[in-house]
């Protein structure tokens, strides 16, 4: 079952920008310690991107995209946010939102909840 939806991928050309969104479908699946956000292209293993806390004071982003992505939320709304810019080919992957249940929020294995990915395809 599916209770968070990403939504904003596309097929982009290098240096273009995207905003991706990820809404919840009940509060309970939002109101977690950590939102996260994290991709996986073919053949490769599934990538930390980026993660932030409720009330945002605290943010954290991958080594490989902290120059060119942000992440924010909107609680009103239970919504939170993956703003990509200087989007690059490497970037090319399916983007998947998640609720941290407990644990390291660099690690898949701490999220509970996942949504469904959005795909995101550079061209060079």
């Known amino acids: 079952q599916v209770q968070l939806g990403e939504s904003g991928g596309g097929l982009v050309q290098a240096g273009d920008s995207l905003r991706l969104s990820c809404a919840a479908s009940?509060?309970?699946?939002?109101?977690?310690?950590?939102m996260g956000w994290f991709r996986q292209s073919p053949g490769k293993e599934r990538e930390f991107v980026a993660a932030i806390s409720w009330n945002s004071d605290r943010k954290y982003v991958a080594d490989s995209v902290k120059d060119r992505f942000t992440i924010s939320r909107d609680n009103a709304k239970n919504t939170v946010y993956l703003q990509m810019n200087s989007l690059k080919p490497e970037d090319t992957a399916v983007y998947y939102c998640?609720?941290?249940?407990?644990?390291?929020?660099?690690?898949?294995?701490?999220?509970?909840?996942w949504g469904q990915g959005t795909q995101v395809s550079v061209s060079s």
């Open positions: 009940r509060r309970p699946f939002f109101s977690r310690p950590l």
């Open positions: 998640a609720s941290e249940n407990s644990g390291n929020y660099a690690s898949a294995d701490s999220y509970e909840y």
